[in-house]
């Protein structure tokens, strides 16, 4: 299918990871592009990988400023945008007694200050009927040890999938979240953990899975896709889990 043919389509934190995989999906549908990440090196191998019509631009999602810059220079490119998928983010997990403010702040940061004021500053750049899809976490609906700092955060950000739709639906914009559960990324080489307890938080992460294994990224892009896409166009302020089961059975 092409549903994305003439569309132009923005997803942060898309130089790896699940965005990665939502940003290849959406140009084998006809998409123009535009990526996010603050890592150059990660940022380069996307532009390889998507090809010369995509837009690859270095950005830091936890900075207001930065996501004003972002949306200065596509309206600088006349960019507007048909769908926006608020991916970038990040997971630091800590046992309630070793948290610190650092730690909170750079998630909420991240995952929740950067997200708002990035929709807030793209607003004028995106197309009636565009679709916002957020990336959040099974994380908010579950119990986990450890995870609190960083489920709060996906909390809040289901909360703004609400919020903002019903503010934003008489702008013609729909604003939805995929939770997706255990994925394969490298995210899971990023939280906070050595070597040993990431792979016994692994071992034991899997085996609450009911299918068994951990997503891909690609089957978590075609829920993305499917909320980005007109045919999606009655599902507004929702939440769509994906995670093999793990918080359904």
Same mark, same amino acid.
């Given at each position: 299918?092409?549903?994305?043919?003439?569309?132009?389509?923005?997803?942060?934190?898309?130089?790896?990871?699940?965005?990665?995989?939502?940003?290849?999906?959406?140009?084998?549908?006809?998409?123009?592009?535009?990526?996010?990440?603050?890592?150059?090196?990660?940022?380069?191998?996307?532009?390889?990988?998507?090809?010369?019509?995509?837009?690859?631009?270095?950005?830091?999602?936890?900075?207001?400023?930065?996501?004003?810059?972002?949306a200065g220079e596509l309206a600088q490119r006349q960019i507007k945008?048909?769908?926006?998928?608020?991916?970038?983010?990040?997971?630091?997990?800590?046992?309630?007694?070793?948290?610190?403010?650092?730690?909170?702040?750079?998630?909420?940061?991240?995952?929740?200050?950067?997200?708002?004021?990035?929709?807030? %500053?793209? &607003?004028?750049? /995106?197309?009636?009927?565009?679709?916002? =899809?957020?990336? $959040?976490? *099974?994380?908010?609906? +579950?119990?986990?040890?450890?995870?609190?700092?960083?489920?709060?955060?996906k909390a809040a950000l289901i909360s703004l999938a609400k919020t903002?739709? %019903?503010? &934003?639906?008489? /702008?013609?914009?729909?604003?939805?979240? =995929?939770?997706? $559960?255990? *994925?394969?990324?490298? +995210?899971?080489?990023?939280?906070?953990?050595?070597?040993?307890?990431?792979?016994?938080?692994?071992?034991?992460?899997?085996?609450?899975?009911?299918?068994?294994?951990?997503?891909?990224?690609?089957?978590?892009?075609?829920?993305?896709?499917?909320?980005?896409?007109?045919?999606?166009?009655?599902?507004?302020?929702?939440?769509?889990?994906?995670?093999?089961?793990?918080?359904?059975?």
């Amino acid at each position: 299918m092409n549903r994305f043919t003439n569309k132009t389509v923005l997803v942060t934190g898309g130089n790896s990871g699940i965005g990665l995989g939502a940003a290849k999906a959406f140009a084998a549908e006809g998409a123009r592009v535009v990526i996010t990440g603050r890592d150059a090196v990660t940022l380069e191998q996307a532009r390889q990988m998507l090809g010369p019509q995509a837009l690859v631009l270095r950005n830091d999602a936890g900075s207001v400023a930065a996501a004003r810059q972002l949306a200065g220079e596509l309206a600088q490119r006349q960019i507007k945008l048909d769908a926006l998928f608020i991916n970038a983010g990040i997971a630091k997990f800590a046992p309630l007694a070793d948290v610190d403010e650092a730690l909170w702040d750079q998630t909420f940061d991240i995952n929740v200050k950067g997200a708002y004021f990035q929709i807030q %500053a793209l &607003l004028p750049q /995106l197309n009636t009927g565009a679709s916002i =899809v957020l990336n $959040g976490s *099974i994380n908010a609906r +579950i119990g986990m040890a450890s995870s609190s700092v960083y489920a709060a955060s996906k909390a809040a950000l289901i909360s703004l999938a609400k919020t903002l739709s %019903a503010e &934003l639906l008489p /702008l013609g914009i729909r604003v939805n979240v =995929v939770s997706p $559960g255990p *994925i394969s990324t490298p +995210i899971y080489g990023k939280l906070g953990m050595d070597a040993a307890t990431l792979e016994t938080t692994a071992a034991q992460i899997q085996s609450q899975i009911p299918l068994g294994r951990f997503g891909t990224a690609e089957e978590l892009a075609a829920t993305v896709l499917h909320l980005s896409a007109p045919e999606s166009a009655f599902i507004v302020g929702t939440e769509i889990i994906v995670d093999g089961g793990m918080s359904q059975l």
